[in-house]
């Protein structure tokens, strides 16, 4: 048994600050010993009592609703308490405190919800989706995240692995008639059945790459020199002043950030100091900050004043940006020459004539943001993916391309099968390292 399934655990199950409700939740084998020194006896199963909270000498800590949950039937698949009491900071230590006292240790991060992937309670894609569903910043996130914590996202990925299974079991057995074994790989049509389950994989991938869209939202930089309106723009997308508008050039020192979204997907915008030579040092850390923030974007918008514009400055930043990240050109201040809003593509690169100022031409850049970025409108059926899911699917993917190129070899058909398996059942946790658990649960929340 694994050493930490025999200790009990105890954190605060709510947000930090003040609430109408604070919730301190206990999960192990000393829940029955705990409810009987907080409350003087254990509940029974699955009833929400109304009782008092004491302190050891007998001194009423608070009043409140007390739930016990036998194991397995419990979030953590063991015997777990929940107290929920009024949601004072200072009353909720106290109550985490007296838990402690009692023979529970302090949890550690995101350790209730790994106790429930340890039980089988979730599998590991429903577990991430638990922070996935705290952390959602748009309906459409949560929305999604839902999905994947009901198990919808799991169920695509056992469909798969089921399909998987089933025709490296049949490769397989090819493999004790070697004389035969092309005759078996046409006959059992595996080459069709290859081609099915990689549909349905891309199907899959989309869905989870649209996922993890909604999760990580797109990263957009602006850049230009001094006073070609970043900040009036980041302002009309965010809807709301963030930044400093002034005629100043040199007002924005520092990288500005903002997240908003477009159609449910998170936008993150940064705001950056105006790239251009100056004595002024806090500026130079600024411009030092503006190249920094251009290495983790998805997208970079160059601003340049409509009347003057791309020019030799412009071009010189143009050739410090890194050669992958996409870019788009603004054209901005069109108000002032009575221009309308419009799009291009001149030279395989993207031109946008706006009015930061006044909003025009604003709905071709969102709409244009969320083309580059691969947004599909529709957004049903979209389930809460990361990145490392994303990468498991991708390697499944070359391993059934490798499959297919090598029909003539049974062995080596059930060995690329074997693979994408293995690389499949890493998304819903049953072959996962040990390390990659603690990298996950390390993210989450204590109390949860």
């Keep these: 048994m694994n050493a930490e399934a025999t200790e009990t655990i105890a954190a605060i199950a709510t ?24 409350l003087g006896h254990c509940p029974a199963p699955r009833y929400a009592a109304y009782l008092d909270f004491r302190e050891a000498d007998g001194s009423l800590l608070d009043r409140g609703i007390a739930i016990y949950y036998a194991a397995p039937h419990s979030y953590t698949g063991e015997e777990v308490l929940e107290l929920q009491a009024h949601g004072g900071p200072a009353l909720m230590q106290l109550l985490l405190k007296r838990c402690l006292a009692l023979g529970a240790r302090q949890a550690l991060p995101g350790e209730f919800t790994k106790r429930a992937y340890l039980n089988d309670k979730l599998d590991l894609a429903q577990a991430e989706a638990v922070i996935d569903v705290i952390n959602a910043s748009t309906e459409a996130a949560a929305r999604s995240a839902v999905r994947s914590l009901s198990g919808e996202f799991s169920a695509y990925i056992q469909a798969l692995l089921g399909r998987m299974i089933e025709l490296r079991m049949y490769v397989e057995a090819c493999l004790d008639f070697p004389e035969e074994e092309i005759d078996f790989i046409t006959q059992g049509r595996v080459a069709e059945k290859l081609s099915i389950i990689q549909q349905e994989l891309n199907a899959v991938f989309q869905s989870a790459k649209q996922g993890n869209l909604l999760r990580e939202g797109i990263q957009v ?3 230009g020199q001094p006073n070609v309106g970043k900040s009036s723009l980041m302002n009309q ?11 100043i050039a040199g007002t924005t020192r520092d990288v500005i950030r903002s997240t908003i979204q477009i159609n449910g997907v998170p936008l993150h915008i940064i705001d950056t100091a105006g790239l251009r030579e100056t004595a002024d040092e806090v500026e130079k850390h600024g411009i030092a900050r503006t190249w920094r923030a251009l290495e983790n974007a998805d997208v970079a918008l160059l601003l340049v004043d409509a009347a003057h ?16 990240l996409p870019k788009i050109w603004i054209h901005n201040k069109i ?61 499944v993917g070359e391993h059934l391309t490798l499959a297919i190129q090598r029909l003539g070899q049974a062995e080596l058909v059930a060995e690329e099968l074997r693979l994408a398996q293995e690389a499949l059942s890493q998304i819903t946790g049953e072959f996962t390292p040990d390390d990659l658990l603690g990298e996950i649960f390390s993210k989450f929340c204590i109390g949860k």
């Design 15 to 38: 947000a930090p600050g003040s609430g109408g409700i604070g919730i301190v939740r206990v999960s192990g084998p000393a829940c029955q010993r705990i409810a009987e020194g907080v």
């Design 221 to 223: 930089v602006l850049i």
């Design 237 to 247: 997308l965010a809807g709301e002043d963030v930044a400093i508008v002034t005629s």
């Design 309 to 324: 514009g791309i020019g030799e400055t412009e071009k010189s930043i143009l050739e410090r940006l890194p050669a992958f």
């Design 335 to 395: 108000d002032l020459s009575a221009e309308s809003p419009r799009m291009e593509v001149l030279n395989g690169e993207t031109h946008i004539h706006l009015s930061a100022k006044h909003g025009h031409g604003l709905s071709l850049l969102r709409e244009h943001l969320l083309a580059l970025a691969g947004w599909q409108p529709s957004g049903e059926g979209v389930f809460m993916a990361r990145t490392r899911h994303l990468q498991a699917l991708a390697a």
